[in-house]
């Protein structure tokens, strides 16, 4: 079974930065892709980005050129450096992981991080 473990949400002002990092109990190059999602009160959860096992990275038009995903090989982990934060990225972000098994997809799920950001 494959874990995701999400951390370094807080509550931080407008303009100020974050770095999420998402620890995965699997070789992290052992999936097709990695995500970052996230999820606003009373909202549906959407894409904010996501980096393939080739190391092609996209990013939702709501945090482009203020977001980058990456990649640590030493803790086998997907960060997201969240940049220049504003209210309306305040959301529960979660981590997701992709892969094909014998030509079975699978998805996997964090249990998500606080981001709170005030104006």
């Known amino acids: 079974q494959v874990q995701l473990v999400e951390s370094g949400g807080a509550l931080v002002q407008a303009g100020g930065s974050l770095r999420l990092s998402c620890a995965a109990s699997?070789?992290?190059?052992?999936?097709?892709?990695m995500a970052w999602y996230r999820q606003a009160p009373g909202k549906q959860r959407e894409f904010v980005a996501f980096?393939?096992?080739?190391?092609?990275?996209n990013y939702a038009d709501s945090v482009k050129g203020r977001f980058t995903i990456s990649r640590d090989n030493a803790k086998n982990a997907v960060l997201l450096q969240m940049n220049s934060l504003k209210p309306e990225d305040t959301a529960v972000y979660y981590c997701n992981a992709m892969d094909t098994i014998r030509g079975v997809a699978s998805n996997y799920w964090g249990q998500g991080t606080q981001v709170t950001v005030s104006s």
């Open positions: 699997r070789n992290i190059f052992s999936f097709n892709l």
């Open positions: 980096i393939i096992s080739g190391g092609s990275t």
